[in-house]
């Protein structure tokens, strides 16, 4: 069974502060791995994805997120956070399974940045 | 979000009440999904439909029952709400394969239900 843990359900930070939030999932075959922020009383809007290739994936609004096969995680980052970035944040992972495909998401990370 | 939407946005409801909410699309996507959000649950899937009159049952299914009669819309029903399934539901829609990752998951704006 393929499924994601998210570490940590909430991430207090400061104003211009680096911030990782951190993802593993568990899955025996090729994985696409996704990164979603969902904004107060908003939908979900991507932020990244890894499908293959550089394990290194630049998203938007300054976010990446390494692919580490041998450690099976997918933690998202960026170097200076801004109170705009105060939302919940969800990993995902795509599986496929007798020629149908759904995504399955970890319980989220709730980021907080403080002035 | 372009090309999908749900309604309705928000509904309050009775307890033992039949509930049916509507996802439509136009995108002629493959794949369409309902999921629910609850607090410290993230987004779990209810069911989910990979064409026309083809469904399969996701993680939280109990309760709930699906129809996709078109390409564009995907239906989700409450026989009889409870208050459990008090929640915020999600419509996400999907290519598939290849080019539906490198696209992602495009998500409606939701659902809030409350049953009282």
């Known amino acids: 069974a393929q499924s994601v843990t998210q570490l940590d359900s909430q991430v207090p930070v400061f104003e211009e502060a680096p911030v990782e939030l951190r993802c593993n999932y568990s899955?025996?075959?090729?994985?696409?791995l996704f990164w979603y922020v969902q904004y107060p009383n908003q939908g979900l809007q991507l932020l990244l994805k890894y499908l293959s290739g550089s394990t290194l994936v630049k998203g938007i609004n300054g976010f990446e997120a390494e692919f580490n096969k041998s450690q099976t995680s997918f933690h998202l980052r960026k170097p200076s956070v801004h109170i705009s970035d105060t939302a919940e944040y969800f990993c995902?992972?795509?599986?496929?399974?007798?020629?149908?495909?759904?995504?399955?998401f970890g319980k989220g990370t709730k980021l907080t940045v403080n002035p | 979000d372009a090309g999908i939407t749900q309604s309705p946005r928000h509904k309050v409801t009775e307890t033992g009440t039949p509930v049916t909410l509507r996802c439509h699309q136009t995108e002629n996507h493959r794949y369409m999904y309902w999921y629910r959000q609850d607090p410290g649950h993230g987004l779990r899937l209810i069911h989910y439909?990979?064409?026309?009159?083809?469904?399969d049952k996701g993680e939280v299914s109990d309760g709930y029952s699906v129809s996709r009669s078109k390409t564009e819309d995907f239906l989700l029903t409450l026989e009889s709400a409870t208050s459990s399934q008090t929640s915020v539901y999600f419509c996400?829609?999907?290519?598939?394969?290849?080019?539906?990752?490198?696209?992602?998951?495009?998500f409606g704006s939701g659902t809030r239900l409350t049953v009282v």
């Open positions: 996400a829609i999907s290519q598939g394969g290849r080019v539906g990752g490198m696209d992602g998951y495009t």
């Open positions: 995902a992972v795509k599986i496929t399974q007798g020629g149908s495909e759904k995504l399955v």
């Open positions: 899955s025996s075959v090729s994985v696409y």
């Open positions: 439909s990979y064409g026309v009159k083809d469904t």
